[in-house]
């Protein structure tokens, strides 16, 4: 969230446009309780995009998967061990983007040191893999492009032109790359290769940037910071199917998809923890606190918990997802800012950005210490730990299935 009030004054003058768009939205209340019931409203009107839908696209290629006990889930192919064939021969890497200083920051998770260092578009915010696994894409938010990164190699190419590249993700069959154009207010569909533009769709918030996918892939719940709302989007027509208002003052972040398919957990960042959103009715069920700044959500390799960084107070809430609730805290000693990032290909670590201190936290996930923080650029945000186990990638920066 580059609104937030901790973010460094020496911004260049390049984003001064951006930080007034933004300044009337990025205020944040106090980290108090659910408050008043969500609201959920149907939008029945027309498409309003910019051009003619294509057609609906075929059913995805991939079907859920289940795990040990035959029950669904939908994590069950991103166990340690599964890479995909595609993907077997690329350099382990980790790689972070450094939204203040214009540059990524390749780090070798066996050493914990930096291997490579390269400069990108202006604001990079995230490092997203591609749907086929085969290109890593660098979201260069005001630089208007995406700088794709050989995975055998680790090395950038040229970069794409693209409008407002805020985050990224991938329809579930493969067939668009999907664009969270932020502070466009657009859910733009490109084609996953080129890039080029097919449809742009206007959403009826502000700031969408993070969202997961329904069990079946038809509909993305996508979250807007800067209004507190929710869409409820239909990639394939494509058409906002539900808003879901949420309490006043709510800053909506991450969202994920539980392995049984059946809840939505959104991050809040101002409320401090995350909302359960029923994944078929879109009706709020309730609030879980976890700490000031919920901000990323990543699922355990055995899909048991989800890792909830709180950005606010420099921890790590681990939330059951049988039980629905906090089970354990990991704290940063000293404090810190720990954002957005992903578990390791082993799940025996969870690497998170130090957003406004400059590092990488690396978490050993048996014990909840810290086990590494390796200074990067200013204002490390969306890393990518690649390659990871998976079928295919439904992007931000590792959603997989």
Request: glycine share 12%.
């Amino acid at each position: 969230m580059r609104g937030h009030v901790r973010m460094a004054a020496g911004r260049a003058a390049v984003l001064g446009v951006l930080l007034l768009s933004l300044a009337n939205c990025s205020g944040q209340g106090a980290g108090g309780g659910a408050g008043p019931a969500a609201q959920v409203n149907t939008v029945t009107e027309g498409n309003t995009g910019s051009a003619r839908a294509p057609d609906p696209s075929p059913a995805a290629s991939s079907t859920p998967t289940v795990g040990e006990q035959g029950a669904l889930d939908l994590y069950a192919a991103t166990r340690p061990g599964l890479i995909s064939p595609v993907a077997k021969g690329f350099l382990p890497l980790v790689y972070v983007p450094n939204s203040e200083s214009g540059t990524v920051d390749v780090i070798d998770p066996s050493t914990y040191r930096i291997v490579r260092h390269f400069r990108v578009g202006l604001l990079p915010q995230h490092v997203v893999p591609s749907w086929d696994l085969k290109t890593l894409w660098v979201n260069n938010n005001i630089g208007n492009s995406l700088t794709p990164i050989d995975p055998r190699t680790g090395k950038p190419g040229e970069p794409v032109p693209v409008e407002d590249p805020y985050n990224l993700y991938f329809s579930p069959d493969g067939r668009y790359a999907l664009v969270m154009a932020e502070r466009n207010n657009e859910f733009d569909l490109r084609d996953p290769h080129t890039m080029r533009l097919v449809h742009s769709l206007p959403v009826p918030c502000r700031g969408i940037n993070h969202g997961d996918f329904t069990a079946d892939g038809s509909l993305f719940l996508a979250s807007c910071e800067f209004s507190g709302h929710l869409v409820v989007v239909d990639w394939r027509v494509p058409k906002v199917r539900h808003v879901i208002t949420l309490t006043p003052g709510s800053m909506p972040q991450d969202v994920k998809l539980s392995p049984d398919g059946t809840t939505f957990y959104v991050a809040d960042m101002t409320r401090g923890g995350v909302w359960l959103v029923d994944a078929t009715t879109f009706t709020v069920d309730r609030f879980v606190r976890t700490g000031r700044g919920a901000h990323g959500l990543y699922v355990s390799r055995d899909s048991r918990e989800l890792y909830v960084s709180n950005r606010g107070e420099g921890s790590v809430s681990l939330v059951s997802f049988a039980g629905q609730k906090v089970v354990d805290t990991w704290r940063i000693p000293g404090g810190g800012s720990p954002d957005m990032g992903g578990v390791s290909a082993d799940g025996s670590e969870l690497w998170l950005s130090g957003r406004y201190d400059g590092v990488v936290y690396v978490f050993s996930t048996r014990t909840g210490e810290v086990t590494h923080k390796i200074r990067v650029g200013a204002g490390p945000h969306g890393l990518c730990i690649y390659p990871q186990p998976g079928r295919y990638s439904l992007g931000h920066t590792g959603v997989f299935r």
